[in-house]
Each structure stands twice: as structure tokens, then as C-alpha cells.
């Protein structure tokens, strides 16, 4: 073996992005030719799914081979504009194998209101995909949507692109596809245990601790720590949370802080 890194076959890859193609279709992830994957399959070489090409009905011919610069080696179509903020996650985090980006609904409305998906509630959300950042807003295409991802390539899994949608990464198409479906399914337990019924348990710090212990021995070492409960006083019941709006009012203010915050400073810094 070459190196540290085994890469799959350009054939193998070809195959396997259009059937994450047609699930992530079927999983009503994506509208009308939203979406786009990639798998790296050499050091400097990645396949892509094309632009302006509905991802639920994709043939292996239709993907694009391009190298690290986002240039197309070949293919009859031409690469998808967003395919650089994949790039910028290869080039930031050597270990990732491929990446996926689509709208999914719940989790794209979580990115519109502004909320991060941060708190413990979900053991395997907690293991598999862990804390999901909210990345600031840029215009889908553009540089600065690389740009605007690049900080949490390294510490996580996923991330949530303002007002946009869902970015996800992992050694695998699979693993990166996995973490799209589990941070749709988290998405939605969170609105449905905080907004509709109003309240819910949130895991312990003693219990993310172990989790975040499994997750280590499972080799995942990027995730972040979740937001977890204090423990019960012993002989009390834990406190179930509820939900009150002022909460995600907090929360979005903070937000906004921390994002005009970071941005003050990288101007000053350019400057
Ligand atoms: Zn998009």
C-alpha cells in the first residue's frame, strides 16, 4: 500500500454517487437539481456530480473527474460551482473521503432559524455525527462559501450553511451520507421535543462522557463536546426541560454576536 490513505477505484466511486445520488432523491434531501457529492479517489483527483442534473436520476458517465484546484479532467458536463466548498474540506482535513451536501428540510430550517445542533438528547447523534455548527451565510457558488466552512472542517462532522443547508463529510461516501441522514433525524426529534411537545430530557454530562469515550474507541476523534445536563441531585428525578422561546431568542442573539465577532476580527486581520 502506497501511503496512509486507500482510495477506492474512479469506477467504484462512480457507482456509489449515483446511488447516494438516488437515496439522498428518495430521502426528499434535495428539489429539482439541488444537491451535489463527491468522493476523492487520488491524491489530487476527485469525482463529482454534475451541475443542472436532477442527483435522483444520475448515470456514471454523467460525473465529472476534476482535480483539487475544482479544473475538470474530464466529463461531458461541467462540475457543480458549489463543489468548492467540498475541495476546501479535503484540503482542510486530509483524513476525509468524501463529502455530501443537499437541503434537507428540517435540518435546512434549523440553518434559516439560526439555531446550532448542539444539545445532547440523542446517543447516536452524539457518537455518529456530534455537535453541528451553523457556518455564516454566503452566496451559494461563491468563495466565500469555502471560506465560511473552513473552521470546522477539522473538529467536525457535519455543518449547517446558513439560510442554504446541510454540509457533510466522512471516510466514506457512506459514512458521509449517514451523517446527512442522522442530522436529519436528530433535526427533527429536536423540533418535535422542543417546539410541538414542548419538553425534553437532556442527556447528563456523565452520559456524554461515556459516549464521547465510545466515540473515541470507535476512532472518530472530531465532533465536538454537546451541550449535556448537571447531574441529579441524588434521591431527585432529572429536571425535564421546556422549551420556552426565549431560549432560541438567547441563542440567536448569541449567535449573531459570535458570527459579527468573528467577522470584525478576520477583517482586521486582513487589514
Ligand atoms: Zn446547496
Partial sequence: MYGQQKYISEFEARKLICQIGKRMYDRNYVAANDGNISI????????????????????????VKINMKG???????NPSSEVKMH????EENEEVMAVTHAHPVVATSYAIAGIKLD???????V????????AAYATPGTQEVPDSIAPYCKDHNAVLLANHGALTWGKDVIEAFHRLESLEHYATMMMYTTRVLGTYNQLTCDQVGTLVELRTKMGINAGGQPVCAPEPVAGEAPKTRVTEARDYKEEMIQNIVEKVTEKILSQMNKG
Avoid at 41 to 59: A, D, E, R, Y
Avoid at 119 to 125: G, Q, R, T, V, W
Avoid at 127 to 134: A, D, Q, S
Fill in 87 to 90: 475541495l476546501r474540506v479535503y
Fill in 127 to 134: 457518537v455518529l455525527l456530534g455537535n453541528v455548527p451553523i
Fill in 119 to 125: 444539545m445532547a438528547i440523542l446517543p447516536e447523534a
Fill in 40 to 63: 476523492k479517489v487520488g491524491k489530487n483527483t476527485v469525482i463529482c456530480t454534475p451541475t443542472g442534473v436532477s442527483k435522483g436520476f444520475m448515470t456514471p458517465d454523467m460525473l
Fill in 71 to 77: 479544473e475538470k479532467i474530464s466529463g461531458k458536463l
